[in-house]
């Protein structure tokens, strides 16, 4: 604060006397703020038209800067007085202030302060009760987290095995389903060359073959045709 209050004496070294005035006269051919001693003799500042709150500013500082250095130090010369006044009183005091009262204050004292300490000592050991049983709650915890985590990656392994076993076993499916197909067709699939009708039949010995669209024929039932016919037909065709 006293560097401040240099500062402020040391801008008004020199600035002139008595008070300032902000005039207006905007109104004029050159409008402006114009700052002026209170005798109007001379211009200590002239601002544009806008700045007329700088002005009145400026205007204040004159007297207002020299009023608030000298309230300063009037405060700054009170508080003095009052710690100077306050450092005797507690001299007088500590002088005044005989062993035998310190000795029983401290005696009063002693018994307070240990039976704090006691009890604030108490409290710290069940803290640190209560933390160590925090502390082994948490690693419990961390161990089954770890645990979990190990049975779900065995788990995400089984689960790809058996994806890749039920894909082989759908394409063994399809493929079965595919030959069960043809062997329906070819067992009672029906004849191309007969708009899908019966297979017209020929046997020679094991060997069964349809005499119109030519397929062999394996397993043939012999639904397609009677028996009977097919006798005549190898006779006929002998």
């Keep these: ?26 109104d004029t051919d050159e409008p402006a703020w114009h700052v002026v001693p209170s005798d109007y003799h001379g211009t200590i500042a002239s601002l544009d038209p806008e700045q007329s709150a700088n002005a009145r500013f400026i205007a204040w500082c004159r007297a207002g800067v020299p009023a608030l250095i000298a309230r300063i130090r009037e405060l700054e010369g009170a508080n003095t007085q009052f710690w100077e006044a306050n450092l005797r009183l507690q001299r007088e005091l500590d002088a005044r202030i005989e062993p035998e009262i310190v000795d029983q204050m401290l005696d009063i004292a002693q018994p307070i302060m240990a039976e704090a300490l006691a009890s604030e000592t108490e409290r710290a050991d069940a803290a640190e009760a209560k933390l160590a049983e925090v502390e082994k709650e948490r690693d419990e915890a961390g161990q089954l987290a770890l645990t979990l985590q190990a049975e779900a990656e065995s788990l995400h392994e089984e689960l790809t095995d058996a994806q890749a076993t039920i894909a082989t076993l759908t394409a063994q499916v399809e493929a079965m389903r595919g030959e069960l197909t043809e062997a329906n067709r070819r067992l009672g699939g029906g004849c191309d060359a007969n708009a899908g009708g019966d297979h017209h039949v020929i046997t020679q010995g094991n060997y069964h073959f349809c005499a119109k669209c030519g397929e062999s024929l394996k397993g043939i039932r012999f639904c397609h045709m009677p028996r009977a016919a097919l006798t005549t037909d190898n006779q006929t065709n002998g």
């Excluded at 604060?1 to 240099?6: C, E, Q, R, V």
């Excluded at 500062?7 to 005035?21: F, H, R, S, Y």
Aim: hydrophobic residues 50%; charged residues 20%; negative net charge.
């Design 1 to 26: 604060m006293t560097d401040l209050i240099a500062q402020a004496e040391a801008a008004l070294d020199g600035v002139t006397p008595g008070e300032w005035i902000a005039v207006d006269y905007t």
